[in-house]
T-cell receptor
C-alpha cells in the first residue's frame, strides 16, 4: 500500500531564505508523486508532478522537487521565499492498489514567511 | 473555462438535516472525486467515479451518497447530518488515472 509522510506540520522561514518542505513516500511500485499548494479558502492547485521522466522536477512559482528513490523522498524546495508563498503544501502519491488512481495525501505542511 | 465548480461555498446544518453538495466540471473529465479535509489530517477520499453511471466508495463513505448521471455532475448527498460531518468538502476531477487532479474551491459545512 502507498503512503505519504510530511515531516513538520508548520515551517517558518524569513523572506529570501531557502524553503525546504519534506515528503517521504512508501510505494511498492514506481510512484507518481505530486505537490499541491492550498491558499486560504481555496482549493488545491498543482505545483509539480513526478512521473519518472526526470528526477528533478520544476514546477510553478520557482518551486522544484527531487525524487530520490534510495531515500524514498520527494522534498520540495525554493531557493528564495516570497511572502506570497505562505500557504499549506500537500505531498501526494497515486494509490495504485485502491480507488482507480486516487491520490493519497500527506497531512500537509503550513508554510509561514516572515518579513 | 470554469474548471470545477462547487456550490454552496458555506452551509450550516442542524443535526439530522439533509443536503446535497453540488459539483460540476466543464473539462469532460471521466474521473471525479469527493474529499473531505479536516485540520491537520490532509484529505480523505469519500467517493469517486470513473464515468457516468459508475461510482464507488473511498476511505470514509459512511453517511454520504453520490450519483453520476452525467459526465459533468457529481453531487454528494448527506442524508442525516451529524457533527462529525463538519468539514471542508472538495470535489476534484482528472482526465485519466495518473493525471493531476483539478480541485474546486470547496464547501465549508458546519453541523450543529
Amino acid at each position: 500500500a502507498q503512503s505519504v509522510t510530511q515531516l513538520g506540520s508548520h515551517v517558518s522561514v524569513s523572506e529570501g531564505a531557502l524553503v525546504l518542505l519534506r515528503c517521504n513516500y512508501s510505494s511498492s511500485v514506481p510512484p507518481y508523486l505530486f505537490w499541491y499548494v492550498q491558499y486560504p479558502n481555496q482549493g488545491l492547485q498543482l505545483l509539480l508532478k513526478y512521473t519518472s521522466a526526470a528526477t528533478l522536477v520544476k514546477g510553478i512559482n520557482g518551486f522544484e522537487a527531487e525524487f530520490k528513490k534510495s531515500e524514498t523522498s520527494f522534498h520540495l524546495t525554493k531557493p528564495s521565499a516570497h511572502m506570497s508563498d505562505a500557504a499549506e503544501y500537500f505531498c501526494a502519491v497515486t494509490n495504485y492498489g485502491g480507488s482507480q488512481g486516487n491520490l493519497i495525501f500527506g497531512k500537509g505542511t503550513k508554510l509561514s514567511v516572515k518579513p | 473555462n470554469a474548471g470545477v465548480t462547487q456550490t454552496p461555498k458555506f452551509r450550516i446544518l442542524k443535526i439530522g438535516q439533509s443536503m446535497t453538495l453540488q459539483c460540476t466540471q466543464d473539462m469532460n473529465h471521466n474521473y471525479m472525486y469527493w474529499y473531505r479535509q479536516d485540520p491537520g489530517m490532509g484529505l480523505k477520499l469519500i467517493y469517486y467515479s470513473v464515468g457516468a453511471g459508475i461510482t464507488d466508495k473511498g476511505e470514509v463513505p459512511n453517511g454520504y451518497n453520490v450519483s453520476r448521471s452525467t459526465t459533468e455532475d457529481f453531487p454528494l448527498r448527506l442524508e442525516l447530518a451529524a457533527p462529525s460531518q463538519t468539514s471542508v468538502y472538495f470535489c476534484a476531477s482528472r482526465v485519466e488515472g495518473n493525471s493531476p487532479l483539478h480541485f474546486g474551491n470547496g464547501t465549508r459545512l458546519t453541523v450543529t
